[in-house]
């Protein structure tokens, strides 16, 4: 199984500051024939589902705010959102689609500060 | 728009079977362009795939390996449904259990889990 590690587990940003999460993979997510990177991010309200943000690591999900973005390649990757909002206080998942099972990274927990 | 409405029971006695459907509307459970995923979720293990369901001229079925001897997923297509059920359960299956569409493109490449069902608490407990 491919192993998703997330850091830090949680983290405390001022409204208007930068939030860095970052997901590393134990094996490589990156599909060499169509050259996309199988790794999907997710937000997590309580009392709610997960919420897809990102897939293929930097394609933003329909709706999905500019200020949310996704980047890196092979096994590590990084969600950013440039400028919190009191909204986007969450749980924040990674996951990877290369294989089954289609494992999820611990989650990251966004405070505001 | 895609609605995935899930139904089951939310309290279970350890060795019991649990059942659990995710009724579709706004896709087909044989689309060629998804796949029909159960996910459960507790603070002991975080979020979990347990397996899927597809379509591609025939039925797939893929699983995780810890609960392949005692996890079945099925698919209704008359009820444009699917289905989990999960044999003896313990203690340790208590979460909430989501059900989920993984969408593929064009190219038949997936997107990823696009559309949730709302979860269902299930508690095992003697």
């Known amino acids: 199984d491919i192993v998703m590690t997330q850091s830090p587990d949680s983290l405390a940003v001022s409204l208007g500051e930068r939030a860095t999460i970052n997901c590393k993979s134990s094996?490589?997510?990156?599909?060499?024939?169509?050259?996309?990177?199988?790794l999907v991010w997710y937000q997590q309200k309580p009392g709610q589902p997960p919420e897809l943000l990102i897939y293929?690591?930097?394609t933003r999900g329909s709706g999905v705010p500019d200020r949310f973005s996704g980047s890196g390649s092979g096994t590590d990757f990084t969600l950013t959102i440039s400028s919190l909002q009191a909204e986007d206080v969450a749980v924040y998942y990674c996951q990877q689609f290369y294989s089954t099972p289609r494992t999820f990274g611990q989650g990251t927990k966004v405070e505001i500060k | 728009q895609v609605q995935l409405l899930q139904s089951g029971p939310g309290l279970m006695k350890p060795a019991q079977t649990l059942s659990l459907t995710c009724a579709i509307s706004?896709?087909?459970?044989?689309?060629?362009?998804?796949?029909w995923n159960w996910i459960r979720q507790s603070p002991s293990r975080g979020l979990e795939w347990l397996g899927r369901t597809y379509y591609r001229s025939k039925w797939y079925y893929d699983y995780t390996v810890s609960l392949k001897n005692r996890l079945s997923i099925n698919s209704d297509t008359s009820k444009n449904q699917f289905s989990l059920q999960l044999n003896s359960v313990t203690p340790e299956d208590t979460a909430v259990y989501y059900c989920a569409r993984d969408y593929y493109d064009s190219s038949r490449y997936s997107l990823g889990f696009d559309y949730w069902g709302r979860g269902t608490l299930v508690t095992v407990s003697s």
């Open positions: 293929w690591a930097s």
């Open positions: 094996q490589s997510v990156l599909n060499s024939s169509n050259n996309k990177n199988y």
């Open positions: 706004g896709d087909s459970v044989s689309s060629s362009s998804a796949a």
